[in-house]
């Protein structure tokens, strides 16, 4: 298969920092996913990592390690918006680039 | 007009009931799918077309079945459902061709139940 793990649920005070973990299979890695789905609304999209490195995007930034299998999305200077669940999702050759999706992880910022 | 949309946002259904799911896209994309979401399970895929074919059909029941008539449209007919096929099912495109990474915009989705 290709496994896809994220934490289930996640908390984090307003104003702080949050970090939220992937892993994945490495054979066949297409490209890595994050996005956004708050509750009753549709997934949209926050990032997109295919070479090494870290890819910072306002509040948001995403990082992605090929050769561990790794990627990590990071929230900075949290708002009360960003209570959501945030869908790691992962392309592989084997399956012409399509999106596999992680379980997601429910983030709850607290005041 | 929104991206990608979804109609109708709430359906209830009873097990012999023939109903269809509908998406529209105004992207210019070349890709279109259907996606389960049941609570605390990930996104399922089940069906991708590009360029109005089938692409991929991911072991979906036969109760399930898709149609594209064009590049920016999309059903989802449903016949004999069970209830564990209550869930909601997001419609999403991408570019599809050319430089496509793979991003998908997704509909609002449609919530489905089953009695």
């Known amino acids: 298969g290709q496994n896809i793990d994220q934490p289930t649920e996640m908390t984090a005070t307003e104003g702080a920092i949050v970090q939220i973990n992937c892993t994945y299979q490495t054979s066949g890695f297409n490209g890595l996913f994050w996005y956004q789905q708050h509750a009753g609304e549709a997934p949209t999209f926050l990032s997109y990592?295919?070479?090494?490195g870290l890819e910072e995007k306002g509040r948001f930034s995403s990082f992605l390690s090929r050769s561990k299998g790794y990627s990590y999305l990071l929230l900075k200077e949290l708002q009360m918006k960003d209570s959501a669940s945030y869908l790691c999702?992962?392309?592989?050759?084997?399956?012409?680039?399509?999106?596999?999706f992680g379980d997601g992880t429910t983030l709850t910022v607290k005041p | 007009e929104t991206g990608v949309t979804q109609t109708p946002r709430h359906l209830v259904m009873g097990m012999t009931n023939k109903k269809s799911l509908k998406c529209e896209q105004h992207?210019?994309?070349?890709?279109m799918y259907w996606y389960k979401q049941s609570a605390k399970k990930p996104l399922e895929l089940m069906f991708v077309?590009?360029?109005?074919?089938?692409?991929e059909n991911n072991s979906v029941p036969s109760r399930f079945s898709p149609e594209c008539p064009n590049s920016s449209h999309l059903f989802l007919h449903l016949h004999t459902l069970q209830p564990e096929d209550s869930a909601l099912y997001l419609c999403a495109s991408s570019q599809g061709s050319g430089v496509d990474t793979g991003e998908l915009f997704f509909g609002e989705g449609s919530r489905l139940t089953v009695l």
């Open positions: 990592n295919v070479l090494d």
């Open positions: 992207l210019g994309h070349n890709a």
């Open positions: 077309y590009s360029l109005e074919e089938r692409v």
């Open positions: 999702a992962v392309g592989y050759n084997t399956n012409a680039g399509k999106s596999t």
